[in-house]
T-cell receptor
Framework: NAGVTQTPKFQVLKTGQSMTLQCAQD?????MYWYRQDPGMGLRLIYY???????DKGEVPNGYNVSRLNKREFSLRLESAAPSQTSVYFC???????????FGEGSWLTVV | KNQVEQSPQSLIILEGKNCTLQ??????????LRWYKQDTGRGPVSLTI?????NTKSNGRYTATLDADTKQSSLHITASQLSDSASYIC???????????FGRGTSLIVHP
């Protein structure tokens, strides 16, 4: 089992460019999440999908969009990247509310 | 608003020594509390889970405690090893919610 796989691992973008972070899980989990992690701020929720077919905003959704493509895949899109979106992004999944959250290995994004 | 506060923010100890990390929370209704370990450059991994009725739970050299009355938890690391150097994150789940509350973590450095 690969667990939670996210791509790319590293990406440099110019301000205004767009990109999509891809995420897939092979644990048959219902819920999926996108977090960003910045120094001193901890993990902050961007968007989540409680189950296939649903998505909801988290704490810091501005500047992002998501798509729950199917039960396995949950993508995060930056339509017009800004330097403030320079961060480490983690995709995660869980069976449902209150269950253990399993994280991917992270995607390092730099916007210049 | 649900909150999780961790202390200390950072900690440096010598290899072989013990240490205790603290987590205070104001999350209601309480469902469970997890401690995650995040190695540098990796995604967080769950170490322990505590439910309302549990006071103590061990995972090798890691022992977590929970006092649901005072809403406090601790993570005790015995006979520390260099591989314990990481960030330790306290995460509290609220009943029925898909969004747990994350602490900002304690950064532990173990020196030889």
């Amino acid at each position: 089992n690969a667990g939670v796989t996210q791509t790319p691992k590293f990406q440099v973008l110019k301000t205004g460019q767009s990109m999509t972070l891809q995420c897939a899980q092979d644990m048959n989990h219902n819920s999926m999440y996108w977090y960003r992690q910045d120094p001193g701020m901890g993990l902050r929720l961007i968007y989540y999908s409680a189950s296939e077919g649903t998505t909801d905003k988290g704490e810091v959704p501005n500047g992002y969009n998501v798509s729950r493509l199917n039960k396995r895949e949950f993508s995060l899109r930056l339509e017009s990247a800004a330097p403030s979106q320079t961060s480490v992004y983690f995709c995660a999944s869980s069976e449902g509310a209150g269950n253990t959250i399993y994280f991917g290995e992270g995607s390092w994004l730099t916007v210049v | 608003k649900n909150q999780v506060e961790q202390s200390p923010q950072s900690l440096i100890i010598l290899e072989g020594k013990n240490c205790t990390l603290q987590c205070n929370y104001t999350v209601s209704p309480f469902s469970n509390l997890r401690w995650y370990k995040q190695d540098t450059g990796r995604g967080p991994v769950s170490l322990t889970i505590m439910t309302f009725s549990e006071n103590t739970k061990s995972n090798g050299r890691y022992t977590a405690t929970l006092d649901a009355d005072t809403k406090q938890s601790s993570l005790h690391i015995t006979a520390s090893q260099l591989s314990d150097s990481a960030s330790y994150i306290c995460v509290v789940a609220s009943g029925g919610s898909y969004i747990p509350t994350f602490g900002r973590g304690t950064s532990l450095i173990v020196h030889p």
